[in-house]
C-alpha cells in the first residue's frame, strides 16, 4: 500500500498518506478500502488534481518509517514483507500494471479483494 503513499508526520504521530491522479479514483478506493480501519476519512480530490485520503495515525508506521527510512535498508528484510498483491499494487502504482477485478477468474478476485 505503499506505493504512492508517504509517510508523514513525527515519530508516534505517523500516518499514511495515498494521493494519485483523479482518473485513478477507483484505485484509489481500492486501497481505501483495503486500509479500513486505519483511514482517517474518505478519499477526497484535491485542488491539485489528485485523489487521496490519509490514514490514522498507528505505531505500525512508525515500524515501517524505521524500516524504509534509512539509506542501509536491507532489501532481503523488505523482501520477506511482500506478497504476490504487494508487488501487484507496486507495479500498479508505477504504471506498469493496471488492476481491475472484472478480469481476474473467480479464484484471482477472490485473493485480491480479500481485505
Known sequence: MLGDGRLIGM???????????????????????????????????????????ETLSHP??????????????RHDVIDRFLRPLGLAVWLSDVGRLELDANTFLPSQRELALAV
Open 11 to 53: 515519530p508516534r504521530e505517523r500516518r499514511l498518506r495515498i494521493a494519485h491522479r483523479a482518473r485513478r479514483r477507483d484505485y484509489v478506493l481500492w486501497k481505501y478500502e483495503r486500509l479500513g480501519p486505519f483511514a482517517a476519512e474518505p478519499p477526497a480530490e484535491r485542488d491539485d488534481g489528485l485523489v487521496g485520503f
Open 60 to 73: 505500525l508506521f512508525d515500524d515501517l518509517s524505521r524500516l524504509l527510512a534509512s539509506p542501509f535498508a
